[in-house]
């Protein structure tokens, strides 16, 4: 195992429901220095774990282990962390509680905290689900996070994303070996489809018009070795209960819900952290220009995006030319002095 594991006890989630002996899994990079000031947290994204995340990480970048104590917690529900893959009844399965992006961050925070007495954070960045933790850290610990930048991500789930997850989500629950959660076997064929819905999502029209799957650093010898390949396989790995219960999350994903804020707008003009938020040009999940109504409401944010025909997967670690944009902004902005 290469991680460790933070026990929670109990945890009362934000709709109500109490999670028993919840567990945060978690990996750290690099060493956290004696006046606990050079801390990054770096929060998982849909389906992926930890090791997910390591693409940015590395000797000369900009979380480069030998300055930064980065710390990695995986999301509710991704099979290391409490999931309905791991977790005991009555909550195993589908009958896992809701979780929300809050939950995930109030309890990234007592890890923090509880775990290493930190106070605060130079910086939180995040692709995808990560960048909604990103927005939520920085809302629900002003005091404590000195920098964001979110990519590839929103403070809010649109509604055209919010039905782009249904899609997925009939896909996947179609599948006769479903059973509405109580499957003796993983729907593999749901899983499958799943993944071929995904597909058409994950990159723009631009990708396949060019059939970039086919080059390096993918080299995929067809379209349907790519589907199969790289969709499919990337799927085929993950429990189909703990997928949904992350896609449930994702839906509801909405920084306005945070407790003392009258909505989202109301939520960005909290936020105080020196910020930078990276779109990816093309993607289709979050377009720039979602980012740009966020950009416009919180107090001195930048939007800086990310040029290019990879779309959503413009900040998933597969293309070095997007990898280098995104970790020359990050140097920038922990070279810059924060407001404390």
Same mark, same amino acid.
């Given at each position: 195992?290469?991680?460790?594991?933070? %026990? !929670?006890?109990? /945890?009362?989630?934000?709709?109500?429901?109490? #999670?028993?002996?919840?567990?945060?899994?978690?990996?750290?990079?690099?060493?956290?220095?004696?006046?606990?000031?050079? +801390?990054?947290?770096?929060?998982t994204w849909y389906s992926g774990q930890h090791y997910d995340n390591e693409w940015l990480i590395g000797e000369g970048m900009a979380l480069d282990p030998s300055r930064y104590f980065v710390i990695i917690?995986?999301?509710?529900?991704?099979? !290391?962390?409490? @999931?309905?893959?791991? $977790?005991?009844?009555p909550h195993d399965r589908a009958r896992f509680p809701e979780v929300t992006m809050h939950d995930n961050v109030?309890?990234? &925070?007592?890890?923090?905290?509880?775990?290493?007495?930190?106070?605060? !954070?130079?910086? /939180?960045?995040?692709? @995808?689900?990560?960048?909604?933790?990103?927005?939520?850290?920085?809302?629900?610990?002003p005091e404590m996070v000195r920098r964001i930048l979110p990519f590839c991500g929103s403070a809010k789930t649109s509604l055209h994303n919010f039905v782009f997850l249904e899609g997925v989500k009939a896909a996947l629950t179609a599948d006769a070996q479903w059973h509405h959660g109580w499957y003796r076997e993983q729907p593999? $064929?749901?899983l499958r489809a799943m993944a071929r819905v995904y597909a058409g999502w994950g990159f723009c029209q631009q990708f396949y018009r060019e059939q970039i799957y086919s080059r390096e650093p993918l080299g995929?010898? @067809? #379209?349907? =070795?790519?589907? /199969?390949?790289?969709?499919?396989?990337?799927?085929?790995?993950? %429990? +189909?209960?703990n997928l949904l219960t992350?896609?449930?999350?994702?839906? &509801?994903?909405?920084l306005g819900g945070t407790p003392g804020y009258a909505g989202v707008e109301d939520a960005l003009a909290g936020i105080r952290a020196m910020t930078i938020i990276m779109p990816g040009e093309q993607d289709l999940y979050f377009p720039p220009e979602d980012n740009e109504w966020e950009q416009a409401r919180i107090p001195g944010a930048e939007l800086r995006v990310i040029p290019g +025909?990879?779309? &959503?997967?413009?900040?998933?670690?597969?293309?070095? /030319?997007?990898?280098?944009?995104? =970790?020359?902004? #990050?140097?920038?902005? #922990? =070279?810059?002095?924060?407001?404390?």
């Open positions: 195992m290469d991680y460790e594991v933070f %026990d !929670l006890g109990d /945890v009362r989630l934000q709709r109500g429901a109490t #999670l028993r002996d919840a567990k945060l899994a978690y990996k750290t990079y690099g060493e956290l220095n004696a006046a606990k000031d050079n +801390a990054i947290v770096y929060p917690p995986n999301m509710l529900g991704n099979g !290391l962390s409490s @999931s309905p893959s791991n $977790t005991p009844e109030r309890l990234q &925070h007592r890890l923090v905290t509880e775990r290493f007495g930190i106070e605060r !954070l130079e910086l /939180v960045t995040g692709w @995808s689900m990560g960048a909604g933790q990103t927005y939520q850290w920085a809302l629900s610990y593999v $064929t749901g995929y010898g @067809s #379209l349907e =070795d790519f589907l /199969v390949g790289f969709w499919e396989g990337l799927f085929l790995k993950r %429990d +189909a209960n992350m896609l449930w999350t994702w839906q &509801h994903a909405d +025909a990879w779309g &959503h997967f413009a900040g998933g670690g597969l293309n070095p /030319v997007d990898t280098a944009f995104i =970790d020359d902004a #990050l140097k920038e902005l #922990l =070279d810059r002095e924060a407001p404390f």
